[in-house]
C-alpha cells in the first residue's frame, strides 16, 4: 500500500512509497482505510528537518497525525466501532496509566507517541489505531474536514479550555493558519472583537481568507499593532492568542497586551525565546501555555465543526496522494492555507 514516508534525516526526503499492509487488528485495535490525512506545521517542520526534531523524530517514519477514514476491520475486543463507520484519530497516543494521565492530563502524557514523529503516522491507505484513540465522525462534514479537527482541536483545547474570553474582549490572534483562524473563530464566539495578526508571508492567500471570514487582518511588518489596538478600540489587548510560533510575535504580544491582560500560548517556537520578564510581573501579564487536545477537546471540536459553528472549510486544500510532495512544497511555501492529501479519489 501506498505512504508518505520521511525516508533519511536530512532536508526533504519525503516521498510516496510502497510499505507493507498492516496486520489484522488484534485485541482493541481498528484498521482504519485512509481517506483524508491533513499536513501540520509538524509535517512540515519533519520536512524541513529542523534541529529541534533531530533528537525525537522517527526516520524512517510515516507522516501524518490528522487523519479520518472509514473502519475496515476491528480487533476482538473493540465495542465503540463497526466496520464501515466513519473516524478521525487523535495525534496523541497517550498511556492513561502513568501519573499525569491519571489525574486527568493526558495531552501532558509521560510516555506519549505522537503518530508521524515518534511513531507510523496516518499518510497511509490503512492504519491501525487502538479504539481509544478514535472518535466518531458525525454526520454532514467531509473527511478533509474530519481529519483538520486535530488542528482545530488544539485551538479548542486552548480557547475554550485554558483561558477565559469574555464578551467584549480585545482579542488579538497572531499567525492566520487554521488554529489561528479557528481560534479566532472562538474568540469572536465569545463575544471578542477578534483581530488577526500576519507578516508578508501570509500577505498572498492566509490574510485574504481571515478578511473573507469577516476578520479585522493587520499586517504588523507593515503597521503597527498598538497603534492599531488604540485607534481601534482604545486599549490594548485584553488577550492575545499567539498562534504562529514566531519569536517576533510572542515578544509583540508582551507589547500588545494591557495590563492585567493574558497571552495564551499555541504556537510552538522552534528555539527558546528572551522575554521581558519584569515588564510581563510589573504588568501582572497572564502567560498561559496550551499544548494538545484531550478526548473531550476533540468530541466538543467535531460537534462544533458539525453544527456549523466553526468553519474550515474554505481553509482546506485537497491533493491526491500522489502529489503528496507537491503538497509539503506548497505547505512550507504558504501558498494554501491547509494542504489535505486524498487517499481516496472520491473522498469528500
Ligand atoms: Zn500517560
Ligand atoms: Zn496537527
Redesign the pocket.
Known amino acids: 500500500m501506498k505512504a508518505v514516508v520521511k525516508q533519511v534525516p536530512e532536508h526533504g526526503a519525503v516521498h510516496v512509497v510502497s510499505v507493507s499492509q498492516p496486520s489484522p487488528p488484534a485485541g482493541d485495535e481498528v484498521l482504519v482505510r485512509i481517506h483524508s490525512a491533513?499536513l501540520?506545521?509538524?509535517?512540515l517542520h519533519a520536512f524541513e528537518y529542523i534541529p529541534s526534531y533531530h533528537s525525537f523524530l522517527k526516520i524512517p517514519v510515516v507522516l501524518g497525525?490528522?487523519g479520518s477514514g472509514t473502519v475496515a476491520a476491528v480487533g476482538p475486543e473493540v465495542t465503540a466501532f463497526a466496520p464501515g463507520d466513519r473516524v478521525m484519530s487523535e495525534?496523541h497516543l497517550y498511556c492513561g496509566t502513568c501519573p499525569i494521565c491519571r489525574r486527568g492530563n493526558t495531552t501532558l502524557c509521560e510516555n506519549k507517541l505522537v503518530l508521524g514523529i515518534t511513531t507510523d503516522g496516518v499518510m497511509r491507505e490503512y492504519a491501525l489505531i487502538r479504539e481509544k484513540y478514535l472518535h466518531a465522525v458525525p454526520d454532514g462534514l467531509s473527511f478533509a474536514e474530519a481529519a483538520a479537527a486535530?488542528?482545530v482541536s488544539?485551538s479548542v483545547h486552548g480557547v475554550l479550555g485554558r483561558v477565559t474570553i469574555k464578551p467584549g474582549d480585545v482579542a488579538l490572534v497572531s499567525g492566520p493558519g487554521i488554529i489561528g483562524l479557528a481560534a479566532a473563530q472562538l474568540a469572536r464566539q465569545c463575544g471578542a472583537a477578534v483581530t488577526i495578526t500576519g507578516t508578508d508571508a501570509d500577505e498572498a492567500i492566509r490574510m485574504p481568507v481571515a478578511r473573507a471570514m469577516d476578520f479585522d487582518a493587520v499586517n504588523c511588518e507593515r503597521e503597527n499593532v498598538i497603534d492599531y489596538c488604540m485607534a481601534r478600540y482604545g486599549r490594548k489587548a485584553d488577550i492575545v492568542l499567539e498562534c504562529s510560533g514566531s519569536s517576533s510575535a510572542l515578544v509583540s504580544a508582551v507589547d500588545a497586551v494591557r495590563q492585567g491582560g493574558t497571552i495564551l500560548l499555541l504556537g510552538v517556537p522552534q528555539r527558546d525565546v528572551t522575554f521581558p520578564l519584569a515588564r510581563m510581573i510589573r504588568a501582572e501579564v497572564n502567560l498561559i501555555s496550551s499544548y494538545g487536545s484531550s478526548w473531550e477537546d476533540y468530541e466538543k471540536t467535531l460537534a462544533l465543526l458539525a453544527n456549523g459553528s466553526l468553519s474550515i472549510m474554505p481553509l482546506l486544500a485537497p491533493y491526491p496522494v500522489k502529489d503528496a510532495e507537491k503538497a509539503f512544497h506548497d505547505g512550507i511555501e504558504k501558498t494554501v492555507v491547509k494542504p489535505v492529501l486524498q487517499f481516496v479519489p472520491d473522498a469528500g
Do not use: L, M, N, P
Not at 501540520?40 to 509535517?43: E, I, V, Y
Open positions: 491533513a501540520c506545521g509538524s509535517d497525525h490528522e495525534a486535530q488542528a488544539v
